[in-house]
């Protein structure tokens, strides 16, 4: 993977959580932290689990320390969570465009301590998986807007994305 193709993935992450915030702020604030029996739980619990697993990720490849999870009542409304949101956004899209391919094709050694895993993965890969987890989350939320609060949901298709920018 080069350069250009994590950064036009990341790019076309970004607007795809465009999108699904789009549908998030026709919710009122006790819309968005109402608890779901689904993944996560509430809106608000998913999108702080996507914050924090970003910004974890971000540090792990920079070899940063690592901080503790995002807590999820630490954010009480969408505006405060949206805030974090933009962000934890420009910090990642300021890593991910300052990568070169020497930097893509490193290996990174990373741990999962809760899930008894260390392991050692090329940093584009990791890169790949973050969007993956994106686009699997931003679907769980847009399953929650649309079941649980008869929101109209949109289309995250990455092909979507690809003819309205280019």
């Given at each position: 993977m080069n350069p250009e193709s994590v950064r036009e993935l990341f790019e076309y992450d970004q607007w795809a959580f465009g999108q699904v915030w789009d549908c998030i702020t026709q919710?009122?604030?006790?819309?968005?932290?109402?608890?779901?029996?689904?993944?996560?739980?509430?809106?608000?619990?998913?999108?702080?689990?996507?914050?924090?697993?970003?910004?974890?990720?971000?540090?792990?490849m920079q070899r940063a320390p690592m901080p503790e999870r995002l807590v999820f009542e630490d954010f009480p409304t969408e505006a405060i969570t949206k805030a974090k949101w933009d962000e934890i956004q420009k910090e990642t899209m300021n890593y991910v465009t300052s990568l070169n391919q020497a930097q893509l094709n490193e290996t990174v050694r990373w741990e999962l301590p809760d899930r008894g895993i260390t392991a050692e993965t090329h940093r584009w890969e990791i890169l790949l998986h973050m969007a993956n987890h994106g686009t699997d989350h931003r679907a769980q939320v847009l399953s929650i807007l649309n079941q649980h609060f008869g929101i109209q949901t949109v289309e995250q298709d990455l092909i979507l994305y690809l003819t309205q920018s280019h």
């Open positions: 919710l009122r604030d006790e819309q968005f932290i109402t608890p779901v029996d689904y993944s996560r739980g509430s809106i608000r619990n998913q999108v702080v689990h996507m914050m924090s697993v970003m910004q974890r990720w971000v540090l792990r």
